[in-house]
């Protein structure tokens, strides 16, 4: 059962990969725009790179990689004008800077408050195990039947 799950698990990923099948010059040019595809974030699913997502968006904009790619631009300067066009959120390490601090900012203090909550409510809880008298036999030992 597990064996065939994971089996149609691996031919679903290669579906994938045969959707979207792009006119690369050669391997050098691949694993350039790999690895320029994983720094980009789909703006669609958000917690995909732009090389891991199947949205009709990502498949948009990984073609306009691969064109500005092939017109001579850096990796610098696809970044830019992805950046131009969907701001500093396309990228997946965005630049600290006071305009995209929240970007940065955002997941700490998400989890710090959390903490905080976590540490409040076993306050609480304590303080109330503390404040409620015991059941009938707490307080001789004795357990009941």
């Known amino acids: 059962m597990i064996?065939?799950?994971?089996?149609a698990l691996a031919f679903a990923g290669g579906l994938?990969?045969?959707i979207d099948p792009l006119p690369f010059r050669d391997a050098a040019e691949e694993a350039r725009f790999r690895r320029l595809a994983a720094e980009l974030r789909c703006l669609v699913c958000q917690n995909q790179?732009?090389?891991?997502?199947?949205?009709?968006?990502?498949?948009?904009?990984?073609?306009?990689?691969?064109?500005?790619?092939q017109e001579g631009l850096s990796d610098e300067q696809v970044k830019a004008y992805l950046v131009e066009r969907y701001s500093d959120f396309v990228l997946y390490r965005p630049p600290l800077r006071p305009d995209t601090l929240p970007l940065w900012l955002t997941?700490?203090?998400v989890l710090v408050l959390g903490g905080l909550a976590l540490l409040l409510a076993l306050?609480?809880?304590a303080r109330l195990a503390a404040a409620r008298p015991p059941a009938a036999g707490e307080e001789s030992g004795e357990e009941e039947p």
């Open 49 to 69: 790179s732009l090389a891991d997502s199947d949205a009709p968006l990502a498949r948009d904009l990984r073609r306009e990689v691969l064109r500005l790619m």
């Open 107 to 109: 997941p700490a203090a």
């Open 16 to 18: 994938g990969a045969a």
């Open 123 to 125: 306050r609480r809880h």
């Open 3 to 7: 064996a065939s799950l994971l089996l």
